[in-house]
């Protein structure tokens, strides 16, 4: 069980330092996170919605400061370039979580071209969204667990499945002093050069 958190820490360890360098970032972690946790509480009452909240707060936010606002140049911290963090992440990179997006917003499409999917009128449209986008996360997660079986180990999936679904807890943590760093005008979190 020892080896799991160590796992576990240095998967944590390897994403903080890889890809959250912008304090905007972080503060969008922040959101991201805050609303997570919201919607893990609403999973209990109504699904639907829990993940109508997860996609459409949570998941923008999260991606959005990887996209457009955490640094893609060469990282003198942690002497890597882009390609390199890009080529040795566990998770999802840039290029799949571009898939994946492309996947949550296709998805309502299905109800489009399926109206059986809806279940309902076409007043519950968000409700059938929701019900959709809970299926393509849990089958995004899923899959790139399973993924991991195969590319690395049985450990390394479970390592960073964990890791994901704790991921909202962990980041409040990480990142409640971020939207204050960033008032302060501090666009990157400082951090030792060892060169």
């Known amino acids: 069980m020892s080896r799991f958190f160590e796992e576990l820490s240095t998967q944590r360890w390897d994403d903080h330092r890889y890809y959250h360098h912008s304090r905007i970032n972080q503060s969008l972690h922040l959101l991201s996170a805050v609303s997570f946790v919201c919607a ?11 993940a ?5 707060v949570s998941m923008t936010s999260r991606q959005a400061g990887h996209f457009f606002f955490e ?10 370039t882009h390609a390199h963090k890009e080529d040795i992440k566990v998770g999802y990179n ?87 760093a960033l008032l302060r005008g501090e666009l990157i979190e400082p951090r030792q050069y060892h060169g």
Not at 71 to 80: I, R
Not at 136 to 154: A, C, P, Q, S
């Open 40 to 50: 893990y509480a609403l999973l209990f009452k109504d699904p639907a919605l829990a």
């Open 52 to 56: 109508l909240l997860a996609w459409l």
């Open 71 to 80: 640094p893609k140049g060469y990282d003198l911290v942690n002497q890597a």
């Open 94 to 180: 840039l290029r799949r979580k571009v898939v994946l997006m492309a996947i949550w917003v296709a998805a309502p499409l299905l109800l489009l071209l399926d109206p059986a999917l809806r279940g309902a009128p076409w007043q519950d449209w968000a409700h059938a969204t929701g019900w959709l986008w809970l299926a393509v996360g849990v089958g995004g997660l899923l899959f790139r667990t399973v993924h991991l079986f195969f590319i690395k180990d049985v450990q390394a999936g479970l390592v960073w499945m964990t890791k994901i679904l704790t991921d909202p807890f962990h980041d409040i943590m990480l990142y409640y002093k971020a939207p204050m």
